[in-house]
């Protein structure tokens, strides 16, 4: 298990922000940096992309610098953060996706736990990227983070995310109200695959 005091560590930030941590079919997957300022702004000041995160779209660069900020910290403590998702074949910027550490937060009871994620641009949604780099994440989290076990959650009305989700290899455990937010969430899980035997 990833904690603060026992973590995979890289804690020089500049031999993370150069890293790909991931490679699939159609992408690769490499630390996000200041660098991204805009493509970040773009995709989260789209309602169409908030449709399912709280209905509460960016306004202002300055919220997707301290979210860039946010996730090189996790870099630099942990060793892991949310990853920039790039199509090879164009080297575009689609998106995040990827592990993040929620060591501060609570969910329903449920505390110290890294979840996978995804956050793509419209414009890509509908190519299998999230399924894609999610997979890489969880094989990322199990095999290099030595992670037993690794969560996900969405909004219970998000069938796209919970579909995303299972393909990845998650299942489903519950569903609650996250209270700091009151925001409702469905909640999956899968555990490292040696568990299962
Ligand atoms: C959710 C999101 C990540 C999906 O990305 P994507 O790259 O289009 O996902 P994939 O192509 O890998 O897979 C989507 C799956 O959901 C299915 N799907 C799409 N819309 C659906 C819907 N309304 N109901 C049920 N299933 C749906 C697709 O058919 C596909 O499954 P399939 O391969 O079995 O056909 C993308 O829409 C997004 O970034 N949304 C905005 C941010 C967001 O909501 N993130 C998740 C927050 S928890």
């Given at each position: 298990m990833l904690t603060e005091k026992h973590h995979f560590v890289f804690s020089d930030y500049i031999e993370v922000s150069m890293k790909i941590f991931a490679e699939t079919q159609h992408l690769y997957m490499r630390a996000i940096t200041d660098d991204d300022l805009e493509a970040m702004f773009e995709l989260d000041s789209d309602p169409l992309v908030h449709r399912f995160l709280g209905q509460r779209p960016l306004k202002a660069r300055k919220q997707s610098q301290q979210y860039i900020d946010h996730i090189k910290m996790q870099y630099q403590k942990y060793g892991v953060g949310r990853w920039a998702v790039i199509e090879k074949a164009t080297g575009e910027f689609t998106g995040w996706s990827g592990l993040k550490v929620n060591f501060e937060d609570i969910f329903n009871g449920h505390e110290n736990l890294i979840d996978v994620g995804y956050r793509l641009m419209p414009r890509y949604w509908g190519k299998g990227y999230?399924?894609?780099?999610?997979?890489?994440?969880?094989?990322?989290g199990f095999e290099v983070l030595g992670l037993d076990t690794i969560y996900g959650m969405t909004e219970p009305d998000h069938h796209a995310s919970?579909?995303?989700l299972e393909k990845i290899g998650l299942t489903y455990v519950e569903d609650f109200v996250l209270?700091?937010?009151n925001l409702p969430l469905t909640f999956y899980k899968t555990d490292k695959p040696e568990a299962h035997n």
């Amino acid at each position: 298990m990833l904690t603060e005091k026992h973590h995979f560590v890289f804690s020089d930030y500049i031999e993370v922000s150069m890293k790909i941590f991931a490679e699939t079919q159609h992408l690769y997957m490499r630390a996000i940096t200041d660098d991204d300022l805009e493509a970040m702004f773009e995709l989260d000041s789209d309602p169409l992309v908030h449709r399912f995160l709280g209905q509460r779209p960016l306004k202002a660069r300055k919220q997707s610098q301290q979210y860039i900020d946010h996730i090189k910290m996790q870099y630099q403590k942990y060793g892991v953060g949310r990853w920039a998702v790039i199509e090879k074949a164009t080297g575009e910027f689609t998106g995040w996706s990827g592990l993040k550490v929620n060591f501060e937060d609570i969910f329903n009871g449920h505390e110290n736990l890294i979840d996978v994620g995804y956050r793509l641009m419209p414009r890509y949604w509908g190519k299998g990227y999230a399924t894609e780099s999610g997979k890489a994440a969880v094989r990322y989290g199990f095999e290099v983070l030595g992670l037993d076990t690794i969560y996900g959650m969405t909004e219970p009305d998000h069938h796209a995310s919970r579909r995303v989700l299972e393909k990845i290899g998650l299942t489903y455990v519950e569903d609650f109200v996250l209270e700091s937010e009151n925001l409702p969430l469905t909640f999956y899980k899968t555990d490292k695959p040696e568990a299962h035997n």
